[in-house]
């Protein structure tokens, strides 16, 4: 049954990625783990977080579920690794844009939500989760199901199906998955929303994604990026918490 003991390739080894391993493995899926360098850079990581190093054509050969969990400007290079994988696999994708990270690109700067453009790049439908949580906070502060302060994670996707799935494992990670309706309303998720990073409950990151404002919503990433950059070490992980409530409120 899909949901349980699934086969999961994760391409993308760093912050997320490993967290991931680490997450899935424990709740009994089977995780195999690529990045771009090569299993033997990667073994005693994915030994440690319960999964195996692989390389990344293995990684996607049979699964159910594959998550991308690469930088945005990568996603070329997977198109090719994805074309011949079943159209029954679901492919989940963690990634952000950052223009000064990942070069201008005029069709999201014109408004394509991210994900719509990634999903045209890895020519696969995708559904996007965990993009909208710190590495930290995903690595740290998990709860239980039912945990009266559990932190919400939002799940946008056009495949009903493949995003249920989506949806339980984000809550299989230790956060309360909400439905944030298809991929081209997914930039309600992206930097600079009240959604992202937020650190919200379930009822509040519904809010949050409600009022999301597209035309802000990129002013306020670079500003918070800036900010973050120019502040540097001396940020505390509460204190990014709080700049991004307040900048997106
Ligand atoms: N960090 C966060 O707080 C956070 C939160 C939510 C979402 N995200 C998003 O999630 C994605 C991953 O973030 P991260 O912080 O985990 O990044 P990261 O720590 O920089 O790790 C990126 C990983 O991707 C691998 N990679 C790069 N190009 C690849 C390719 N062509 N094929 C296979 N693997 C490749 C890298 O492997 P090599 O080192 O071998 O190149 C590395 O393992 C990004 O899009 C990011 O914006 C990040």
Not at 66 to 82: N, R, V
Not at 110 to 128: C, F, M, N, T
Not at 212 to 231: G, V
């Amino acid at each position: 049954m899909k949901g349980t003991g699934m086969k999961i390739g994760i391409i993308g080894a760093g912050n997320i990625g490993a967290t991931l391993a680490h997450k899935l493995s424990e709740q009994g899926h089977t995780v195999k783990l690529a990045n771009s360098r090569g299993p033997e850079t990667i073994s005693e990581l994915a030994r440690k977080a319960g999964a195996v190093a692989v390389e990344r054509q293995e990684a996607v050969r049979d699964v159910d579920v594959i998550i991308l969990s690469i930088p945005f400007d990568k996603h070329a290079e997977l198109a090719e690794l994805l074309h011949n994988i079943p159209e029954s696999v679901i492919v989940i994708d963690t990634s952000n844009y950052y223009p000064f990270r990942d070069g201008d690109i005029e069709k999201i700067r014109e408004g394509k939500p991210e994900s719509v453009y990634a999903s045209e790049i890895v020519r696969r439908p995708l559904v996007k989760a965990w993009n909208a949580v710190l590495a930290e906070t995903l690595k740290d502060k998990g709860l239980a199901a039912g945990s009266p302060s559990r932190i919400a994670i939002p799940v946008a996707g056009d495949n009903l199906a493949a995003k249920s799935v989506a949806l339980e494992l984000v809550s299989q990670t230790g956060f309360d998955a909400v439905d944030a309706g298809t991929l081209s309303e997914s930039w309600r998720q992206q930097p600079g929303t009240p959604a992202y990073c937020t650190e919200l409950k379930a009822g509040e990151l519904e809010a949050a994604l409600q009022a999301a404002n597209k035309t802000r919503a990129p002013l306020n990433r670079d500003a918070l990026i800036e900010e973050f950059t120019s502040a540097g070490a001396q940020l505390t992980h509460d204190a990014i918490v709080k700049r991004n409530r307040e900048v997106t409120a």
